[in-house]
């Protein structure tokens, strides 16, 4: 009867001669009527009451026992499966290994709705960076996910106007005639993406490498390190003519 719910058998047949009476049985009776060894029937007796599936009472000395109700068995065993299966899903799944594979991806609009979508995924953390033209078209998206308690920090090239802090902003010289557009989205500090134009076509890469995505958050701090260094100094540097000339050859 119980077996197929992950009963012993010993156990089931024990349950079937219990349920099928209205008064309880002692163990001599249960060996009886259930084909149980006498030997076993104590520890199947204890095993079930532990379980709660038979209750036991003492009169005169002598020790009865009769079945949980039918309709009671079936409700414990409902609920039973309910928790094992909460249970189950609750169990961490293994951790996976991570998938440090680099993709590719060409085509600009293709590229803007995948930065949108990654930037909709982001759960703790943000780092983007781009032209300020180019960063208008996401900045819907980023307030969103700032007021969602999401923390987000932005490097534009060019004025960005928005209700977010952490933005720090450079402003081009006339002679740069290098710099290039590109974008560097990082989430969450596990997965990243960088884009840029080769030749006239925008291309990126995707990935989720441990290496690259550190190396381009250091390329943002970097950045933005390099923009506040340049804002504060700007005079001084731009007096100097070795210093200048490596900042003009700077292409990001």
Do not use: C
Request: aromatic share 8%; no cysteine; hydrophobic share 40%.
């Amino acid at each position: 009867m119980l077996q197929q719910f992950g009963f012993t058998q010993y156990e089931s047949k024990v349950y079937q001669s219990l349920v099928t009476v209205d008064f309880p049985l002692d163990a001599t009776a249960i060996v009886k009527t259930s084909g149980v060894p006498r030997s076993k029937v104590y520890e199947v007796l204890h095993r079930m009451t532990e379980k709660g599936i038979i209750l036991e009472t003492t009169v005169e000395k002598k020790r009865l026992y009769a079945a949980l109700p039918l309709t009671s068995m079936i409700e414990k065993l409902k609920t039973d499966f309910d928790e094992k299966v909460k249970q189950l899903k609750d169990t961490q799944i293994k951790q996976t290994p991570i998938d440090d594979r680099v993709w590719t991806l060409k085509e600009d609009v293709s590229i803007q709705v995948l930065l949108k979508q990654l930037i909709e995924q982001a759960t703790d953390s943000i780092f983007i960076s781009g032209w300020a033209d180019d960063l208008n078209l996401f900045l819907p998206t980023l307030e969103t996910k700032r007021t969602e308690g999401i923390s987000v920090n932005i490097h534009s090239v060019g004025e960005l106007s928005t209700s977010i802090p952490n933005v720090s902003t450079l402003i081009p010289d006339e002679e740069h005639e290098t710099l290039e557009r590109n974008r560097i989205l990082i989430i969450d500090e596990k997965e990243m993406l960088f884009a840029g134009i080769e030749e006239t076509d925008w291309q990126a890469i995707r990935t989720k490498s441990r290496s690259l995505v550190k190396f381009f958050t250091e390329f943002f701090y970097h950045d933005v390190a390099l923009t506040k260094i340049t804002e504060k100094y700007k005079d001084t540097i731009m007096k100097d003519k070795h210093i200048r000339e490596a900042l003009l050859k700077l292409r990001y």
